[in-house]
């Protein structure tokens, strides 16, 4: 029978000091599920300035289960690992970070889940954040994302998981420039589990997330899956539209019941503060199609298909145009 294979995808940013550690980690792990797995590490170099790429191809010559790319310049972390997605041939898809925060002996827990039945399984942080600010932050955050963004995106889980090669086949399909993939694996909405660990500490060196890439990411975390931010300006509309209505139609009552004397700009100031109301009404408007368009641009599939019958394929319904309607006894 022929073994699964699992794929291991390592995104490396000048990280040179902590390659040969991890690789001796991982093959103590790989090496205890040898018998029933065959193993794939793909080591994707994403532009480092150190001894990164030459360590990788010292590793590769000595294991050949070891298979790496180097990218022209940084692309960032997100891009490295959807490379890693693209040139995986597992069965299985395990990503963790290169620096040792994600622990390799987690690795026989998340094929143990897999083989239960979980297409996805997501290793979440017990740790929130260190320090009281990077806690507030990360909490209040996640709890924007969940208030904006229809799915559920996991909380705390970075990208340490499995996916299923069926969930894979459905990532590479979207070619997101800013892909947030944590968010982009649990679009795909098959089935998921989590297993609870604490994250260790960077092995060496120093984070090769800068402030402004964090930022970025958690951006881009909401404005892949919420066109919510786009909405806003209906909101503030209405509001000026009633407030102003309101005003309008007190200083009229005021002005022919009681005769009070309203001077002509007050009239014109309430006219004019209604129509910046329209306005922001019509910025909703442009947003809506912009959203449109944005959604069309990412292009990710209408739908996932999660299990066929009776062989429906495709190609039986857009090419050979057979009826879609069957009159077997048997589904
Ligand atoms: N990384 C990457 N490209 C980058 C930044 C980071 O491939 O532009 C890699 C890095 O080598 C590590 C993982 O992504 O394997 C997570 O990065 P890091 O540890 O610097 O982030 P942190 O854990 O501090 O959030
Ligand atoms: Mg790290």
Redesign the pocket.
């Known amino acids: 029978m022929n073994k699964k294979l699992i794929s291991i995808i390592?995104?490396?940013?000048?990280?040179a000091e902590s390659i040969a550690v991890l690789y001796d980690r991982l093959n103590g792990v790989i090496d205890s599920l040898s018998a029933t797995y065959d193993f794939e590490i793909i080591m994707?170099d994403?532009g480092s300035a150190d001894e990164s790429w030459k360590k990788i191809n010292q590793l590769a010559q000595l294991d050949c289960r070891i298979r790496g790319i180097s990218f022209s310049r940084?692309?960032?972390?997100q891009i490295?690992i959807s490379a890693g997605y693209d040139y995986a041939r597992g069965d299985a898809l395990i990503t963790m970070?290169?620096?040792l925060?994600h622990p390799p002996h987690l690795i026989p827990a998340l094929i143990e889940e897999w083989q239960k039945g979980a297409a996805i399984v997501y290793v979440r942080n017990r740790v929130v954040a260190n320090g009281l600010v990077k806690k507030f932050f990360s909490t209040a955050y996640y709890f924007i994302l969940d208030c904006i963004v229809p799915i559920k995106i996991p909380h705390n889980v970075?990208?340490f998981r499995l996916i299923d090669k069926k969930v894979a086949t459905i990532v590479r399909q979207s070619r997101e420039q800013s892909p947030y993939l944590r968010g982009m694996v649990a679009w795909t909405g098959f089935s998921s589990t989590f297993i609870d660990a604490a994250y260790d500490k960077?092995f060496t060196g120093?984070?090769?997330?800068s402030l402004s890439?964090?930022f970025k990411l958690a951006f881009d975390g909401m404005t892949g899956f919420s066109l919510f931010p786009l909405k806003i300006a209906a909101y503030i509309g209405f509001f000026v539209i009633a407030t102003g209505c309101t005003m309008f139609a007190y200083i009229t009552v005021d002005a022919f019941c009681n005769h009070v004397y309203y001077p002509l700009f007050k009239w014109l100031v309430t006219i004019i503060y209604i129509f910046i109301g329209v306005l922001f009404i019509l910025i909703w408007f442009l947003g809506e199609y912009i959203g449109r368009i944005y959604n069309q641009l990412q292009a990710r599939p209408l739908y996932v298909v999660a299990e066929e019958l009776n062989s429906i394929t495709l190609s039986n319904m857009m090419n050979e145009k057979k009826p879609l309607h069957c009159h077997c006894e048997r589904v």
């Open positions: 390592l995104p490396i940013y000048n990280e994707v994403d940084n692309f960032g972390h490295a970070d290169a620096d925060q970075q990208d960077r120093k984070s090769g997330y890439k964090m």
